[in-house]
């Protein structure tokens, strides 16, 4: 399984960003990705993920509602849209895949980076006022 992120970068206060992570080797449907972020000196977070197998998203309280996570399968792509950036917005940025049959366990949380079996290599957002 291979997961590479794009879309990082240099993003104003107030400001959109729009992720990317293509993965390869896996089948997209059978999959769930998540994103998750790291600043300099803090935890990594779970933002939100979706699962290919049915659509179902989740959202982390930090980001929801400002925040949409989609899936095109046609391009094995998913995309993390975030709308009006703030200062806090700074991190790495990294997509992270587990089998959708993971999912259904009932301990299974999308925000613990260690219910995720694959990761991406990062890309860096930088915000700016």
């Known amino acids: 399984v291979q997961l590479v992120e794009s879309g990082g970068g240099s993003v104003q206060v107030g400001g959109s960003l729009r992720l990317s992570c293509v993965a390869s080797?896996?089948?997209?449907?059978?999959?769930?990705i998540g994103w998750f972020r790291q600043a300099p000196g803090e935890e990594r977070e779970g933002l939100a993920c979706?699962?290919?197998?049915?659509?179902?998203?989740y959202y982390a309280n930090s980001i929801r509602g400002r925040s949409t996570i989609t899936s095109d399968s046609a391009l094995n792509t998913v995309y993390l849209e975030l709308d009006r950036v703030e200062r806090g917005d700074a991190a790495v940025y990294t997509c992270?895949?587990?089998?959708?049959?993971?999912?259904?366990?009932?301990?299974?949380?999308?925000?613990?980076?260690?219910?995720?079996?694959?990761w991406g290599q990062g890309t860096q957002v930088t915000v700016s006022s």
């Open positions: 979706i699962d290919n197998s049915d659509g179902q998203t």
């Open positions: 992270a895949a587990v089998p959708s049959l993971h999912t259904s366990i009932i301990s299974w949380d999308f925000e613990a980076d260690v219910d995720y079996t694959d």
């Open positions: 080797g896996l089948v997209f449907e059978d999959y769930a």
